[in-house]
């Protein structure tokens, strides 16, 4: 009964790692993970959940704000280790020429995570250039390890570089690839066009699920070009 709707849901389709093992119990999305860490502090307060994880080894796979959020919920849990993979090299701690003022600065950086983890275990927490090949189980279908392999500078396995991991708990935080189908589907919405509308007159889309995982500053202004799209076509409704 609406004459426009905005589709503005995100990107929150996580991305996966199919490799084998992947259907063992014990391999969860990162998004998944926190939003049951916080229902549980919600419903139950910090002391509940303090213990959730005591003894587990938890590895997650993926950096960005998403796996530093799972590092310090699985500390918080009690976790007995816990310990990050990044395919990626190590950024360098400071600027290089090739990364000039006023650019973004691609340099290292540690997230609280981090620092809670390396303090409350006095270990390496991080490890970069690594790649995850598969998840080993147990007989009944849970999750013991991890094999994974060193790569170089271009992703390709490093020989003799494989290693296996203990692991209870692995947590996929390498983002997100889009939005859900879902809403798209029911509304019809085949094609999006640069400028929000769709193959349904009546609906535009805006945001990360126009453009896929972004910055909020994008999100803000696509909001408002995606309003002032509508506020055209109503317009032109009315003097029609």
Known sequence: QY???ILATGASVPRDLKIPGRELTGVQFAVDYLTEATKDVLKHGKAATSKKLAGKHVVVIGGGDTGNDCIGSAIRQGAASVRQLEITPQLPLTRTDSNPWPEYPMTARTGYGQEEAAEALQTQVTYHG???TAF?????GQLIAIETVSVDQQFQPIPGTEQVIKADLVLLAMGFIGAETQLFDAFGVREVYDDYTTNNERVLVAGDAKRGPSLVIWGIREGRLAAEKVDQALRSLVYQ
């Not at 080993?136 to 009944?140: L, V």
Request: neutral net charge; aromatic residues 0%.
């Open 3 to 5: 004459d426009r709707v």
């Open 130 to 132: 690594v790649s995850t």
């Open 136 to 140: 080993i189980g147990a007989e009944r």
